[in-house]
């Protein structure tokens, strides 16, 4: 895969967050069906209650077997009561992160984290932090279009 122009990131502290949504495990070279999870998402979203802050959540952890990783498509919430059975959760730590904030069409999004992974991180000084890494799409992404940008957060340690 080739390398894409990415823009420089911010490092930031994030703060503890629960995201529920649905999970799917996929194949590392092989997450062709993550739009789908989305469309899925998207027709449920309405149901989860106690939501914050009207951003959506791609959240990227490993899985069990060698290989594979389980994704979350959701969004942030206050807390779990109430949430329907269909809904899983998952939490991001508070931690250090590598933001990238990127105008591209979603199309883009497995070569922009391609690049960041193989082209940014081995040349930043940092090293891979112990977090899941996360997408994270602001009111601002149209899902209908794919336009709007998105955000690429990659946990990093000195």
């Not at 996929?26 to 009207?54: E, K, S």
Request: charged share 15%.
């Amino acid at each position: 895969m080739e390398f894409i122009t990415i823009p420089e990131p911010q490092i930031m502290e994030s703060e503890h967050k629960t995201i529920a949504g649905l999970v799917s495990t996929y194949l590392f070279t092989d997450c062709g069906a993550i739009p789908a999870q989305w469309a899925r998402f998207n027709a449920l979203r309405t149901q989860i209650p106690h939501q914050i802050d009207g951003a959506t959540y791609g959240v990227c952890c490993m899985a069990d077997a060698p290989g594979t990783m389980n994704y979350y498509a959701g969004v942030g919430v206050t807390n779990t009561t109430g949430l329907p059975e269909e809904f899983e959760t998952v939490t991001l730590p508070g931690a250090r992160y590598a933001c990238f904030r990127c105008d591209h069409h979603i199309a883009e999004i497995q070569r922009v984290i391609h690049t960041v992974w193989n082209q940014w991180l081995p040349g930043s000084g940092y090293r891979p932090g112990n977090a899941p890494s996360f997408e994270r799409y602001t009111q601002s992404y149209d899902p209908e279009t794919g336009g709007g940008g998105f955000e690429i957060w990659i946990p990093i340690a000195s």
